[in-house]
């Protein structure tokens, strides 16, 4: 039977136990016990063989997305007590529908280009009219001075952090993030032997700590990777934090001699509030890569579809944007998917709708701030950072799972002692959840 070793992200279905020689079959397992992503189907558990998969994979099963764990309790809270009594704000996926022209854009592909052309293979690249596309509209909006050569269309900003991973990651090599950050950027760095290093967050403001990221960059520093606005925080690094950031890493690479690459992994770039300047960083930095994701922007995380900009200023950046593309075809992405390609080609200048968040920003972190939770205010992304009344912020997650409401523990982003609510939900179900919430800020002795 499943034990504590299992993956958490397993479903329903069945299951059969004892190897080959010697199997069980469970037609219905506990449902406390039962694996989550595991879609209904037949499984052998293996008895008598070693462990085939990889020691990487094996190590991730052990703390397999617990996000996507919430999620499915999430489900399974539904199914007991009914949707609209479950508060979920455990996932990042966009609650506003895509822009209405992505559809049209889709329609207008699908009747204008020749099929041979919009569902052949093509460059790994991607098109080179939408890399054009894309980088005159980075020009228009941001000033810059890219052609269609420094972008390269990805599969999402998670395929465009993977190939630029791979292009630069040897066993061993180092990748710096700042605490609190996206947990999968562990797996990633994981992917290509390298070893993910941390620096400490600091509570004051969430901004990085760049006393500790000068003492943590070593002679086998290759790459830095940061977000902003942040996943999980929604705090947006100040320009004085980026010229600073940019001034350490310079002073490193003459120090080490080496080049040292700024990844600037930006989904929530067009989401931010109260007139923030949306900045492009690489002005920041001579070494900057960014990746960039329609996931949120655009509403479209289904779709697979972003991209990577390799500006000019990048040391041999010629060879960086080959060693990319070839990294595209070597993980198996080949290309960016071609239809979603040509409709976001059309829709560079739509964006979701970012009023629908920022209302919900207002009244989540109004109302938590009232009862006496300490949230630090979201400047862009759809996330609260909130600070845990306990230390052990598992007991918090705990305690407001009694009353239906479910976010992730801090632990997942690396930094303990707070929670993140994703409020990428209706403003209606945040109205209807804040009763729960004043119940559990009573709890806690909050007021
Ligand atoms: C900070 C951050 N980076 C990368 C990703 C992955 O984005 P995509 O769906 O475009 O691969 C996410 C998704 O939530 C994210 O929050």
């Known amino acids: 039977m499943p034990s504590d070793e299992m993956p958490v992200s397993l479903a329903s279905g069945r299951y059969i136990e004892g190897g080959r020689q010697n199997a069980k079959h469970f037609l219905k397992m506990p449902s406390d016990k039962m694996p ?90 991607g098109y080179p009219d939408v890399r054009g596309a894309v980088a005159d509209n980075l020009n228009r909006r941001f000033g810059t001075d890219f052609d269609f050569h420094n972008i390269i269309m990805t599969v999402g900003a998670a395929g465009g952090l993977n190939i630029i991973l791979k292009a ?139 991209y990577v900009v390799v500006p000019n200023e990048v040391t041999d950046a010629e060879d960086v944007l080959t060693g990319i593309e070839i990294a595209n075809r070597q993980l198996g992405f080949v290309n960016a998917p071609s239809l979603i390609q040509k409709a976001v080609a059309q829709c560079l200048d739509e964006k979701t709708d970012v009023a629908y968040y920022d209302k919900n920003r207002e009244l989540l972190y109004g109302k938590l701030s009232e009862m006496g939770f300490t949230c630090i205010r979201p400047q862009g992304a759809f996330y609260l950072w909130v600070k845990s009344p306990v230390p052990n912020e598992e007991e918090f997650v705990q305690a407001a799972k009694k009353y239906h409401i479910l976010f992730v523990k801090g632990s997942a982003f690396a930094c303990p002692g707070y929670v993140r609510i994703a409020y990428c939900v209706s403003y209606e179900r945040i109205e209807k959840s804040l009763p729960a919430f004043e119940k559990l800020a009573v709890d806690f002795g909050l007021n």
Request: proline letters at 6%; glycine letters at 8%; hydrophobic letters at 35%.
């Open 168 to 306: 630069f990651i040897d066993p061993g090599d180092e990748v710096i993030a700042f605490a609190p950050y996206f947990g999968e950027y562990k797996g990633y760095v994981a992917n290509f032997g390298g070893k993910l290093v941390e620096v400490a967050p600091d509570p004051r403001n969430f901004q990085p700590d760049l006393d500790d990221f000068e003492k943590k960059i070593t002679e086998r520093t290759k790459a830095v990777i940061i977000n902003t606005p942040n996943n999980p925080t929604g705090v947006i690094y100040s320009d004085e934090t980026m010229e600073s950031m940019g001034a350490i890493l310079s002073k490193k690479e003459e120090e080490y001699g080496h080049e040292i690459y700024l990844i600037s992994d930006e989904p929530y770039r067009e989401l931010v509030y109260d007139g923030a300047p949306v900045r492009f960083l690489t002005r920041f930095y001579h070494n900057t890569l960014v990746g960039y994701s329609f996931s949120k922007s655009l509403s479209l995380p289904g779709e697979r579809i972003g």
């Open 36 to 125: 989550v992503s595991f879609a209904s189907g037949r499984c052998i558990k293996r008895e008598r063989f070693k462990q085939m998969l990889s020691k990487n994979i094996t190590d991730a099963m052990k703390t397999n997305s617990v996000i996507r764990a919430m999620f499915n309790e999430g489900k399974e809270m539904a199914a007991k007590i009914g949707a609209g009594n479950v508060y979920d704000f455990s996932l990042g996926n966009p609650a506003t529908p895509a822009p209405a022209k992505v559809n049209q854009a889709i329609k207008d592909a699908v009747d204008t280009f020749d099929s041979m052309e919009l569902h052949g293979y093509m460059s790994n690249s």
